[in-house]
Antibody, heavy 129, light 107 residues
């Protein structure tokens, strides 16, 4: 079945760029039915959506992070990536990648979305010198 | 951004209890609400989508209700495996936002 796995450095220095990759196995990120997203959870706190990417390259970002975030997909390798620049201690968190569905809403004429149904196990990233 | 507020933050209950968690949205979100269960050190697991639809494989003791701004997650008879933290999430509009979580602990 479809599985997602995050990978990347567990320690990043302040002011540097955090880079993570999510590899999808048992399926492809090329499906027109899904977006691929990143969510994070600081220790002991709630979940924060970071952004999502479509196979075409279309993206949605959280405005609170938009100036520092880039999410991209590599359909040939069935993986997608997160880059978060100028990190501080506030970016210390468990980072999850996840899939969420999308479909065309004929009533509104716009895409509609579904919640995150498959998640990676998460990877802890600490920002510290 | 749409603010999601869950209550209570912590809930103490016993096996067999009926448990209800509330989630309130700062704006109307129709029925675009999901509930997740998260255990320590694990990723969240989708339980309910579109406010009241049960995700495949989720036990029927879980149910969701509500629309507009007020929603509830109910566990009809709490089981040992259900002690966890529950999160609501709105997907009506970007940025998607989550509640702060409700921890269900053993009484």
């Amino acid at each position: 079945q479809l599985q997602l796995q995050e990978s990347g450095p567990g320690l990043v220095k302040p002011s540097e760029t955090l880079s993570l990759t999510c590899t999808v196995t048992g399926g492809s990120i090329s499906s027109s039915n899904y977006y691929w997203g990143w969510i994070r959870q600081p220790p002991g706190r709630g979940l924060e959506w970071i952004g999502s990417v479509y196979y075409s390259g279309s993206t949605y970002y959280n405005p609170s992070l938009k100036s520092r975030v880039t999410i991209s997909g590599d359909t040939s390798k069935s993986r997608f990536s997160l880059r978060l620049s100028s990190v501080t201690a506030a970016d210390t968190a468990v980072y999850y990648c996840a899939r969420h569905g999308t479909h065309y809403d004929f009533w509104s004429g716009f895409p509609a979305f579904e919640p995150f149904d498959i998640w990676g196990q998460g990877t802890m990233v600490t920002v510290s010198s | 951004d749409i603010q999601m507020t869950q209550s209570p933050s912590t809930l103490s209950a016993s096996v067999g209890d009926r448990v209800t968690i509330t989630c309130r949205a700062s704006q109307r979100i129709s029925s675009w609400l999901a509930w997740y269960q998260q255990k320590p050190g694990k990723a969240p697991k989708l339980l309910i989508y579109k406010a009241s639809s049960l995700q495949s494989g989720v036990p029927s003791r879980f149910s969701g209700s509500g629309s507009g701004t007020e929603f509830t997650l109910t566990i009809s008879s709490l089981q040992p495996d259900d002690f966890a933290t529950y999160h609501c999430q709105q997907y009506n509009s970007f940025p998607w936002t989550f509640g702060q979580g409700t921890k269900v602990e053993i009484k």
